[in-house]
């Protein structure tokens, strides 16, 4: 960038020069110039040549000194803000994308965390309905055979009891209608008789 401008502010210069003098000087060089055929600028026989030289050192030298010291610096120094901002706005971005993948990576292992221990709460939730539900069928299953084995002995015990009433009953009208056809009381064959009776019918 440097390069450039000072070509153009060299061109800049050679073409202000060649407009600096005033217009005696001109129109005498262009009469010089027609004189001899050539450009008026390139004749050194001219004693004004020195004084063009001159002034082109002396304002060459002052752009470039302003250009040098004052502009440059300047444009310079924007660039270098520029750059720096440019670096900066990377760097932090950059630095977001690292927080980034670091958040999602943490998220993820959480993510996987939360679903092991939830896994592992239902199913330490299922074996100890599970083992509820087996204690309480053994209970249940306990009092239910308590029940049917009481309700066994009862049903046993009335059956006895009924066995026992209708060999009784059995044994007395059997021996009232022995007594009222033959006149005669023998309760022991009768109850021998109502027992045999009741064994071949599988009462007994």
Avoid at 48 to 62: A, P
Avoid at 94 to 102: E, I, L, M, N, S
């Amino acid at each position: 960038m440097k390069r450039m401008t000072f070509t153009g502010l060299a061109m800049l210069l050679a073409s202000a020069s060649a407009y600096a003098q005033p217009g005696a000087l001109e129109a005498r060089s262009t009469e010089a110039a027609e004189a001899s055929g050539g450009m008026p600028q390139l004749d050194f026989s001219n004693p004004l040549m020195l004084s063009q030289v001159v002034w082109l050192l002396i304002i060459f030298g002052v752009l470039y000194y302003v250009l040098a010291k004052i502009v440059l610096p300047r444009f310079e120094s924007v660039l270098d803000d520029r750059r720096n901002r440019i670096q900066g706005d990377l760097e932090a971005a950059r630095a977001a994308k690292a927080h980034a993948d670091a958040a999602l990576d943490e998220h993820m292992k959480a993510t996987v965390k939360a679903r092991a221990e939830a896994q592992q709460a239902i199913t330490n939730a299922q074996a100890s309905a599970q083992a509820d539900a087996s204690a309480q069928a053994a209970v249940l299953n306990a009092k239910l055979n308590e029940q049917i084995t009481a309700a066994e002995a009862r049903i046993s015990a009335a059956r006895d009891a009924a066995m026992g009433a209708l060999r009784e009953v059995a044994t007395d009208t059997a021996d009232a209608l022995v007594k009222r056809l033959t006149g005669l009381s023998e309760p022991a064959a009768v109850q021998s008789a109502v027992q045999a009776e009741l064994a071949a019918r599988g009462r007994a």
